[in-house]
Each structure stands twice: as C-alpha cells, then as structure tokens.
C-alpha cells in the first residue's frame, strides 16, 4: 500500500533563516507530487506540483522553492524565512489515471 | 483564487441528525471533490462526483452536483461525535496533465453528543 511521509511535524523558525521541508511517498512511481499552505482555519493554497523529477510548477510567486531530485521525494524550501511564511504545509500526492489526492501528515510552521 | 466555497462556514448539530454542507464554484469542472480534515491532521479524500453525475453515495455520505448552478452539496447522515471536523470542497478543471484542486475554505462540522 502506499504511504506518504512529511517531517518534521512542526518547526520553529526565526525570520532570516533557511527552511527545508521534506515529503517522501511510498509504495507509488511516478507520482504527482504537490505542496499547499493551509493559513489557520483557511483552505488550502496550492503553491508547487511536480509531474516528474526536476519538473517543478509555480502556482504563486513568493519566497518559496521546491525541488523532486527522485521520482518519490518532494522538498520545499526558502533561503530567508519571512513572518508570513508561517502556516501549516501540507504534500500530496496523486497516482496515474487517478483523480483524487493523498495527504501527508503536515508541516506546522512558525516563523518567529 | 479559491474556486469553491462552502457554507456554512462552521456547524453545530446534535449526534444522530443529518448534516448538510454546500459548495459553489464558478467555472466548468471536471470533477468535484470532498476532503475531510481533523483538527491537525492532513486531508482526507471522502468522495468524487465527475461532472456528469447528479448524486453518489457512499455509506452515510451523500454527494449532489448540479453543474446548471455550479453548486454541489453534502449530506452526512446520522451523524456521529467521529465526524467532527473541517470539510472542504475541491474543484478539478483538468481532463489530463497534471491535475490541480481548488479547495474552499471549508465548513467545520461539530457534533455535539
């Protein structure tokens, strides 16, 4: 079966640093892969999917990167961390020929 | 932009009654999706209904869309303290490639026991 991995579970950050959020998918090849931005009690903003390794799409312009260096890893990441990066992050991931998508645990995020 | 929006934007009802939830959007879609997500937790898929069904079923959820409206609900029967949580809708405009769900803000269900 498949399963799908994020961590850390929740970070603390002071504004200016680097971040790295990782997200690995189990059990699948080839999948779509997806970040979102959950803001408190809001719905999900998607920020980057990936259809393949290397192949990485921007929905928003913002402070944020992502990269897949293998097909089952997605990671997100920031040189400098801003105060409004702060939010809960959220990978999925979607199969082939399959519409519906699979969450991750989630990233809680607090830049201080 | 959010495509979906749901209302209400938060419910309260007593365990064992029905409860009913409603998304619009304001595009053409592909298919519509409802997720569910507890408190902390990553979204869990609860059901999809392509653009040419009216309604689908899966055991105590109800799903209904009407594409005239643009509008899509759903119904929980006999509800239980399990189902407290947020429930969001998702808008699928992709008919191949890569696929991309607009979420609504979601409603948050509480049941009460």
């Known amino acids: 079966s498949q399963t799908i991995h994020q961590w850390p579970a929740t970070l603390v950050q002071p504004v200016g640093s680097p971040l790295s959020l990782e997200c690995t998918v189990e059990?699948?090849?080839?999948?779509?892969l997806y970040w979102y931005r959950q803001a408190a009690g809001r719905g999900l903003q998607l920020l980057f999917y990936?259809?393949?390794?290397?192949?990485i799409s921007s929905e928003v312009p913002q402070n944020l990167s992502a990269s897949r260096p293998q097909d089952r890893q997605f990671i997100l990441s920031s040189k400098k961390l801003l105060l409004s990066d702060s939010g809960f992050y959220l990978c999925?991931?979607?199969?082939?020929?399959?519409?519906?998508?699979?969450f991750g645990p989630g990233t809680r995020l607090t830049v201080t | 932009s959010q495509q979906g929006e749901e209302d209400p934007q938060a419910l309260s009802i007593q365990e064992g009654e029905n409860a009913t939830m409603n998304c619009s959007y304001k595009?053409?879609?592909?298919?519509l999706q409802w997720y569910r997500q507890n408190s902390g937790r990553g979204l869990v898929h609860l059901i999809l209904?392509?653009?040419?069904?009216r309604e689908k079923h899966s055991g105590r959820l109800r799903v209904t869309l009407d594409t005239s409206k643009k509008s899509s609900s759903l119904l929980i029967t006999a509800s239980r303290a399990a189902d407290t949580a947020s429930y969001f809708c998702?808008?699928?405009?992709?008919?191949?490639?890569?696929?991309?769900?607009?979420f609504g803000q979601g409603t948050r269900l509480t049941i009460n026991p």
């Open positions: 990936s259809v393949g390794i290397g192949q």
């Open positions: 209904i392509r653009s040419n069904e």
């Open positions: 059990g699948t090849s080839n999948p779509n």
């Open positions: 998702a808008t699928d405009r992709s008919n191949q490639g890569a696929q991309k769900l607009v």
């Open positions: 595009t053409s879609i592909n298919n």
């Open positions: 999925a991931w979607r199969g082939y020929r399959v519409r519906e998508q699979y």
